[in-house]
C-alpha cells in the first residue's frame, strides 16, 4: 500500500483544515487507516482511525473537533479539523494496516504503511 498525505499548511488559532491521504495498492475500505501527528521533540500521537466496517475512533484530544472519513471511490482518506488549536501544530501522517486489531489501532509501531508527513501550523 503507498499513502500520499496532503492538505498541510498555515493557519490561524480557530480556523479549519482539511487533510487527505491518497492511497493506491489496496482499497481504503480494506484495511484500517488512520491519522498520527507528531510535534517536535514529542512522540508520535494517535489522532483518529477508521476501520473497514467505517467506525470511526479519535484521541482525546481531537474529540469532537476533528472527523475522519473516507471517499471508496477516489480512494481516498480525509481528516476534517475544526477549531484548531496551536498545540495542534505537527507533522501528520496517514498510516494503513491490513490486519490490525481493535485494541492496537493507537500504537503506531503496528502500522505496516506509513505516508509521508503533512506539517500543520496553527498560529495563536
Known amino acids: 500500500v503507498q499513502l500520499q498525505a496532503s492538505g498541510g499548511g498555515l493557519v490561524q488559532t480557530g480556523d479549519s483544515l482539511r487533510l487527505s491521504c491518497a492511497a493506491s495498492?489496496?482499497?481504503?475500505?480494506?484495511?484500517?487507516m488512520g491519522w498520527f501527528r507528531q510535534a517536535p521533540g514529542k512522540d508520535r500521537e494517535f489522532v483518529a482511525s477508521?476501520?473497514?466496517?467505517?467506525?470511526?475512533y479519535y484521541g482525546d484530544s481531537v474529540k469532537g473537533r476533528f472527523t475522519v472519513s473516507r471517499d471508496n471511490a477516489k480512494n481516498t482518506m480525509y481528516l476534517q479539523m475544526n477549531s484548531l488549536k496551536p498545540e495542534d501544530t505537527a507533522a501528520y501522517y496517514c498510516?494503513?494496516?491490513?490486519?490490525?486489531?481493535?485494541?492496537?489501532?493507537?500504537?503506531?509501531?503496528?502500522?505496516?504503511?506509513w505516508g509521508q508527513g503533512t506539517l500543520v501550523t496553527v498560529s495563536s
Open positions: 498510516a494503513a494496516d491490513p490486519s490490525i486489531i481493535l485494541t492496537s489501532m493507537r500504537f503506531p509501531h503496528l502500522y505496516a504503511y
Open positions: 495498492g489496496r482499497t481504503v475500505s480494506s484495511v484500517t
Open positions: 477508521i476501520r473497514r466496517n467505517g467506525y470511526t
